[in-house]
């Protein structure tokens, strides 16, 4: 109870066994918005290892973060109700603390054990979070399976050996390359044992009939009876395996691949992104059969698509030199895709998002070149000096690669100091036009040939180290040191008669700027001295500004030498079925047709005849198999026709009809049941999301074939009933045009006095937010809620969450960032709107202070769609993963004093 309360404050006491949460204050005037909080706590700690180091701090994963100890316990804010790392630092040589010991926290405990043991869990379950958070499970959760691995004796003897020799093995802040290659070690093997583990545990041999599943996924969501109409979940969702298999989550890179959707796509001229595939089934099969490659890496990609053999999974041995999309051939080819930051070069078609539209809806293996070179990985064929034409492409391909990120993020760095000196001003502003990008790249590598002679030196080496990497850009910054600088420098007293190197020449042209004034300006900043490390022409080299940009670029340097060369991503659409129309039918004495709609499905091309997909209908309550029609599928696979034509069978039916499609060796069950019957009943709206205006199909049972025998309502949620307009009927489907202001509700259909079951029905708004961490440190945490109920809450850190789909009335409506969490005390964070947004405003889409407890709040307008296609998106995307923001240890901490 509050013990005070002036109108404007309240201060209570904290229950007893309370733990971290949210909390909000509800009163006869409503209730107010809820808020997180986070608990002190007195943790105990022990230590079970003989001749232990003493502890000196307890805390987060860098020193910074802990809390020195005070006797055997340390004060610890707790960041949630979920198990979490706790970490011990330990003195090192240099009187410093350094990462030691840790532990598993388990939620609601307040004593911790460190032992090897413990360590040996809590740095395993650390490695493999990504993995463990898809299955669902929580770190103690995963440790406890960890721990019964028949291999987890042997990993935590060497765990044991590698921190006696060296207790700050696993440290952080400064890495020790062994820690990975153990963690590595055992990563797969751990990660099968725990799939094993928590296969057993949640699947009986009754519950899981692998013949009755597509080979992607086991089907999700509920079936249809007779009885009853549920939400089913049927988007058509790709298997997706990446070699290596961290792939997208480890420190040293992170690139990742995901389907597209529809909503994603929308504004993307002249992608072949769900060709062909009927506007009202964008809903129900939400990915577009394209996929998008996601570069968080500073270098540039290259990627050559192989259809692959849906029977075997293996790459036709015919189809190796013949890909269906080739690798990259020149430093401005449109193809690659960007890094994310580092560069003022970056145009639509260099964007650090790659679309690929070459393979839609079909199974087929991605190479993705680097110009990195630690390791080759996946199926796809590749050779760093193999003589075949498919590996001379590649291996030129990473040359060319490695060519443009060092003119990215060396050579035009550089010359972003030399025209600002000058006060001209080379920005991402001085490149109107993608062909000016263009003209700035052909320059820099025709009047520039050190910068292909010295990437050729490294090019065919298996393994390149960090200094090799760091001495070709040293030996490129002295090209343009000699070429372009010097030249000008003992040219000074010979003013205004500077002699231009090739390139500045080059480059002045591709910038219109007048060779004379860019002299004027360049000579007397030189002669003033107004240019750091430029101001006097025995300035050496080393000691130039010049220096200083290959020093900082330090995250690329290190990106080429830990990047593999090739990494592969393997997409699997496989046979899936995600709906059919119609779901019921009547037993009048006529013949049925169907469409399924789902992947997989299109005709196989064989050498002496084609190969259809055979559907089966088979009679739940008798087990007799219907006659099929088969009558026509597109081309895509996505949508197949066919006809249950011998009326005596479907009047004779019981039902409810279970649909299988079997196709190239592999069987799909559709997660929906057709009814049979008489009775008035709706079994679906197609689509579901609509506008005024706009016509939407119901399908169902008992429906009159006059049209005014059908009385059509949309109820909105507050009760408001409007009447449709029909506009065609059968007994089994009624076409309706949406009346206006439906809003969200749900539709009915009365025939003869007699009202149908409920079917929802959506707003015309569709609205898709994304939001996540997009510092370099991917440790921040964030909740989201929209109109004050929240959408998103998680206590593990995203790099992008979404994008969430959400249905809302044209108006504005209140979205609020909430942080949870930021260990390092600058909360980088993004969020973006698409979709039916017409207009947002508030505070900044991107920042680095949203620190605990703080919100960021937004509103958003949602407004009309074009009757009868995709939603559009809009410009509020804002392209929030072009630049990982800083989280160095020198940058200022955002949220001291929250």
């Keep these: 109870m509050p013990s005070v309360n002036n109108g404007s404050e309240i201060v209570v006491e904290v229950p007893e066994g309370i733990a971290a949460g949210r909390y909000w204050v509800s009163n006869a005037q409503g209730s107010s918005n809820e808020m997180s909080y986070f608990l002190e706590q007195n943790i105990a700690y022990s230590v079970a290892v003989a001749g232990a180091s003493p502890i000196y701090s307890i805390g987060g994963i860098v020193p910074s973060h802990a809390t020195e100890v005070s006797g055997n316990t340390v004060q610890f804010k707790k960041l949630g109700n979920s198990a979490e790392v706790l970490y011990s630092f330990a003195l090192n040589g240099n009187g410093q603390p350094e990462m030691y010991l840790s532990a598993i926290l388990e939620a609601g405990v307040q004593e911790v054990e460190f032992s090897y043991r413990s360590t040996a869990l809590a740095n395993m379950a650390s490695h493999l979070i990504f993995f463990i958070e898809s ?69 009986s041999a009754d519950q899981f009939n692998a013949a009755n599943y597509s080979r992607a996924h086991v089907l999700r969501g509920a079936t249809l009876n007779a009885a009853t109409t549920e939400a089913v979940d049927t988007d058509i969702e790709p298997s997706i395996v990446s070699y290596p298999e961290t792939n997208g989550t480890w420190n040293l890179f992170d690139m990742s691949m995901e389907a597209s959707t529809f909503l994603d796509n929308s504004v993307e001229l002249g992608n072949k992104c769900g060709e062909g595939v009927d506007p009202k089934w964008y809903e129900v099969l939400g990915y577009d059969g394209c996929v998008r490659l996601e570069n968080r890496s500073q270098l540039y990609l290259s990627y050559r698509v192989y259809e692959v053999d849906p029977a075997t999974g293996e790459i036709p041995a015919d189809a190796i030199s013949s890909p269906l999309a080739e690798h990259i051939d020149t430093p401005y080819h449109t193809a690659m895709a960007s890094p994310t930051s580092g560069t003022f070069l970056v145009f ?100 520039m040939p050190a910068l292909t002679s010295e990437v050729e030196k490294l090019a065919s080496k298996e393994k390149v180290t960090e200094q090799e990497w760091i001495d070709l850009s040293q030996a490129i910054g002295l090209e343009i040191y000699n070429k372009e600088i010097k030249p000008i420098m003992t040219d000074l007293s010979n003013f205004p008669n500077i002699k231009l190197g090739p390139t500045t020449t080059a480059l002045l042209k591709v910038f219109a700027y007048d060779q004379a004034d860019f002299i004027q300006a360049l000579g007397q900043k030189l002669a003033k001295k107004l240019i750091p490390g430029f101001g006097a022409v025995e300035t050496a080299y080393e000691a130039s500004q010049l220096a200083t940009a290959m020093v900082d670029m330090g995250k690329t340097i290190k990106d080429l030498a830990t990047v593999p060369s090739k990494l592969d991503y393997v997409v699997s659409w496989g046979l899936q079925l995600a709906d059919i129309t119609p779901r019921s039918i009547q037993q009048n004495g006529q013949a049925k047709t169907f469409t399924l709609v789902g992947s997989g499905m299109a005709v196989q091309k064989g050498v002496f005849s084609d190969e259809d997909p055979e559907v089966l209908v088979i009679d739940t309550a008798t087990n007799e198999r219907l006659d099929v029609t088969f009558l026509s599928v597109n081309k895509q696979g996505t949508e197949l026709e066919f006809m249950l034509a011998n009326v005596s069978q479907i009047d004779a039916a019981k039902g409810p009809l279970d649909v299988y499609v079997e196709h190239r060796d592999d069987k799909a069950k559709l997660p929906y049941q057709i009814l049979v019957g008489t009775d008035l009943m709706i079994s679906a709206i197609t689509p579901n999301r609509a506008k005024a205006g706009e016509q939407v199909t119901i399908s169902g049972i008992g429906f009159s074939e006059q049209l005014v025998g059908n009385i059509v309502r949309f109820v909105s949620e507050s009760g408001e009933v409007k009447r449709a307009s029909v506009t065609a009927a059968t007994t089994e489907s009624l076409t309706v045009t949406v009346p206006d202001s439906p809003g969200a509700g749900y539709v009915t259909v009365e025939v003869g006095g007699e009202v149908s079951n409920q079917l929802p029905f ?56 909430t942080g949870i969490r930021a260990d390092d005390g600058i909360g980088t964070y993004y969020i973006e709107f698409s979709g039916d947004v017409v207009n947002v405003s508030g505070d900044a889409q991107s920042g680095r202070d949203l620190c605990p407890e703080v919100v960021k709040t937004f509103t958003i307008t949602v407004g009309p769609t074009v009757a009868n296609s995709v939603p559009s998106q809009r410009s509020y995307v804002i392209d929030p993963m072009s630049i990982l923001q800083d989280e160095s240890s020198s940058a200022p901490s955002e949220c001291a004093g929250q």
């Design 348 to 447: 639509e078609f260099w964007s650090s998002d790659k679309l690929i539209d070459t393979c839609v809806y079909k199974d087929c293996a991605y190479q993705i070149l680097t110009p990195g070179v630690d390791g080759s990985f996946g199926p796809t064929p590749f050779n760093l000096t193999g003589t075949e034409s498919h590996n001379q492409i590649a291996q030129k391909a990473r040359r060319m690669l490695t060519i443009r990120t060092i003119i990215d993020n060396i050579i035009i760095r550089f010359y972003s100091i030399l025209f600002d000196a000058a006060g001209l001003g080379l920005d991402k502003g001085a490149l109107k036009k993608p062909e000016q990008a263009r003209a700035v790249i052909k320059a820099v590598y025709e009047y």
């Design 135 to 203: 299955k669902g499970m929580s770190l103690d959760e995963a440790a406890d399976i960890l721990a019964q691995s028949p291999e987890f004796a042997n990993y935590l003897q060497e765990v044991t050996e590698a921190l006696e020799a060296d207790k700050g093995f696993f440290s952080f802040a400064n890495a020790r390359p062994g820690s990975a290659e153990l963690l590595n070690k055992y990563s797969e093997h751990f990660k099968n044992y725990i799939d094993n583990a928590k296969s057993q545990s949640s699947l």
């Design 762 to 817: 959506f707003g015309p708004g569709q609205v898709s937010i994304t939001f996540g961490d997009n510092g370099n440190f991917n440790d921040d945490v964030y909740k989201l809620a929209v109109n004050g109920r929240v959408i998103y809450e998680n206590g593990t850190p995203k790099r992008k969450v979404g994008p969430l789909a959400i249905a809302l009335d044209e108006g504005e409506h209140t979205v609020e960032l």
